[in-house]
């Protein structure tokens, strides 16, 4: 059956801007000087200022983030679970500290059996079919999605970029040279802007985030969904039951977060928010008709 995601959630990856495309790794030869003044004016003074990245800034380096993970995991198109995933998704996102991002958030379906999340820089949150089947109510749903906005917020990914790949840009960009690109200074720039989106797709694909971001992403992910009216247990829950099944350490999303036993630790020692649970039996029909 032939069926049409959403442009809300597909538009980022399917339709990349100047930019995104270029951070996408195009060939050097494909820009004019022209082209290329438009990228640098969008990330002029960044590193050699010490600033972080504007939110439109952050914004085309995710979508470029996405396209990337969308070309190794494609996307899932079913809209009826796209706009569920949607659903619960902005309910979180509402109810964060950051309830709206230069482009919005955005959440995804990928068509892959592994188990994975992955949180682009900007507000585009990618689950796999792998991840949504290992889930057994909305609650869990919620708790996933949270943590990943927790590391959309905390600006994470951006945070994986090597900080030379900016100021070395900028030393491009600032030239003498700068008004009238050559091949060789355009074909650096394409490197360095490949090279921080190699940065942050390695962090979310192979390496993961450190100890110290994950507790951060479980802490906030408590908050949010106290916040949202989702019972905080759904988390605790599903990392129970993953510790139980002893996969704290395989693949997916359990090889590029810290061990499940040490998560759920964590999150037990945290204060965990109380909340009325007398729409808990809605929400669990809810999931199990969009999920069976």
């Known amino acids: ?38 990228i640098a004016s969008s990330v002029q003074t960044i590193g050699a200022a010490a600033r972080p990245l504007a939110d439109d800034e952050e914004y085309y380096v995710g979508r470029a983030v996405a396209a990337r993970i969308t070309s190794t995991y494609p996307l899932y198109r079913n809209e009826r679970l796209t706009d569920y995933l949607n659903l619960v998704g902005q309910a979180i996102a509402l109810h964060t500290d950051k309830p709206t991002t230069f482009g919005g958030y955005h959440f995804a379906l990928l068509d892959s059996p592994e188990v994975n999340a992955f949180a682009c820089p900007g507000g585009m949150i990618l689950i796999t079919r792998g991840m949504l089947s290992s889930l057994k109510s909305e609650d869990e749903l919620a708790a996933v999605l949270a943590h990943e906005i927790a590391h959309v917020i905390h600006r994470d990914g951006i945070a994986a970029i090597q900080s030379s790949r900016w100021s070395e840009a900028l030393l491009v960009i600032g030239s003498s040279a700068a008004k009238e690109f050559g091949p060789r200074e355009t074909a650096q720039l394409v490197s360095l802007f490949e090279g921080s989106i190699d940065d942050i797709f390695k962090t979310l694909v192979v390496n993961g985030y450190g100890r110290e971001q994950e507790k951060d992403a479980d802490a906030a992910a408590l908050g949010y969904l106290a916040a949202a009216g989702y019972d905080p247990q759904g988390l605790i829950g599903y990392l129970k039951r993953l510790e139980q ?43 199990a008709d969009m999920t069976r």
């Open 1 to 38: 059956m032939n069926v049409r995601i959403p442009s809300t959630a597909l538009g980022l990856v399917l339709m990349p801007t100047l930019l995104c495309q270029f951070l996408a790794g195009c060939k050097a030869s494909d820009f004019t000087p022209e082209r290329i003044g438009m």
């Open 245 to 287: 099944a002893g996969k704290g350490s395989k693949g997916g999303i359990l090889a590029t977060h810290p061990g499940t036993d040490e998560r759920l630790q964590n999150v037990r020692q945290s204060e965990i928010p109380s909340v009325d649970t007398s729409s808990l039996p809605k929400r669990s029909k809810r999931f």
